[in-house]
């Protein structure tokens, strides 16, 4: 008799402990699809949100390239009038340029672009040098995506050299018989530390209160595309990026 209830005893404790380590695997595997499902939408929202600050960066350059490539037409819309308002209110009167190679560039989104950040530039008292060669024509189908790296590359390179105490910025504009090269080079911190194999990755900044946003959306519109091709130095605290765009025929 005690030989049976204690077989019966024996096989009750297993079932219990059965069951409830099945309940317990049953609750683990939950409580993981809710850390997946969590994990899952926290990164969309981070996804949604890096994508929403990438368009927030190239809408304030394309604004400021409208601004200055519509000076010669006749529209008396709002909006118009609103972007062109923009020079007046933001840019001082001694700093327009006077390359006239410049204004011979077949684009206007990249005319814009050009005029309008080196204007900032020496507006902020950075001493900038430009040259262009004569009669640059660039493809409209690279166009957009050449003023959104333009405008990326402008601002990083206006900061960085307003970080030393003699900003200097030089820009060059130089046509090839198969590429056309945008060449930057800015002086930066002398004590700045740059880890070059990290500063196109999506976060990276030199800048404590900067997402790194910008380098990494550069890399990205470079590596979509197969006409062009970046190349970057630092040296004795001056930075350079060569942008190369292979001519479309």
Do not use: C, W
């Amino acid at each position: 008799m005690s030989t049976t209830l204690f077989t019966l005893a024996f096989i009750g404790i297993g079932m219990i402990v059965f069951i409830l380590g099945h309940l317990s695997k049953v609750k683990a595997d939950y409580e993981l699809q809710q850390i997946n499902e969590r994990n899952a939408y926290i990164n969309g929202l981070e996804n949604k949100n890096s994508e929403l600050r990438r368009f927030k960066h190239d809408y304030k350059n394309f604004l400021l390239s409208l601004s200055v490539s519509i000076e010669n037409n006749q529209d008396d819309s709002e909006i118009v009038q609103r972007l062109l308002n923009y020079a007046d209110v933001n840019l001082k009167n001694d700093t327009k340029l006077n390359d006239a190679n410049l204004y011979k560039i077949n684009d206007k989104l990249i005319r814009g672009i050009i005029i309008t950040k080196i204007m900032i530039a020496r507006d902020k008292g950075v001493q900038t040098n430009v040259e262009i060669d004569k009669d640059i024509e660039i493809s409209k189908r690279t166009s957009v995506d050449i003023t959104r790296i333009l405008g990326i590359l402008f601002d990083n390179a206006i900061e960085a050299s307003l970080k030393n105490p003699k900003p200097e910025l030089d820009y060059a504009l130089i046509s090839y018989d198969e590429s056309i090269e945008f060449v930057f080079k800015n002086n930066v911190d002398p004590s700045l530390k740059i880890e070059m194999n990290k500063i196109y990755n999506n976060g990276y900044s030199t800048k404590s209160d900067h997402n790194g946003l910008g380098l990494a959306t550069v890399k990205q519109i470079v590596n979509s595309n197969k006409n062009f091709l970046l190349q970057t130095k630092f040296e004795n605290a001056e930075f350079s990026t060569v942008l190369t765009s292979i001519k479309i025929n």
